[in-house]
């Protein structure tokens, strides 16, 4: 069974640190680029950050850069997001997802391109 499960989110108040973790199975780790996407209320889904496993490429979205670390584990078939100097504004639903490598090349990471999405955890920062 393919499958991504996250863990790692909770509450935190502005200017601290999560991690969140995605833990993969039933598929090639190293075919796909996994990431995060995140969802407020009442707002669309953003990508946030990927990474592929294959070359290390990366993608961040503008808002998170120089706060926010991905990195993965392909020995443990897991990728991790650190968070750091959260923000109220970074208070959303955070979803796991994997996609063709070929989406971080490209600057494609959209929701509408991912092929397996994670079950969401969520992330409250306090002001």
């Known amino acids: 069974e393919v499958q991504l499960v996250e863990s790692g989110g909770g509450l935190v108040q502005a200017g601290g640190s999560l991690r969140l973790s995605c833990a993969a199975s039933?598929?090639?780790?190293?075919?796909?680029?996994i990431g995060w996407f995140r969802q407020a209320p009442g707002k669309e889904r953003e990508g946030v950050s990927a990474?592929?496993?294959?070359?290390?490429?990366?993608f961040y979205t503008d808002s998170v850069k120089g706060r926010f670390t991905i990195a993965s584990d392909s020995a443990k078939n897991t990728v991790f997001l650190q968070m750091n100097s959260l923000k109220p504004e970074d208070t959303a639903v955070y979803y796991c997802?994997?996609?063709?490598?070929?989406?971080?090349?490209?600057?494609?990471?959209?929701?509408?391109?991912?092929?397996?999405w994670g079950q969401g955890t969520l992330v409250t920062v306090s002001a």
């Open positions: 997802a994997a996609g063709v490598p070929e989406l971080i090349l490209f600057s494609l990471w959209v929701s509408s391109r991912v092929e397996v």
């Open positions: 039933g598929f090639t780790f190293d075919d796909y680029a």
């Open positions: 990474i592929s496993s294959k070359d290390g490429s990366t």
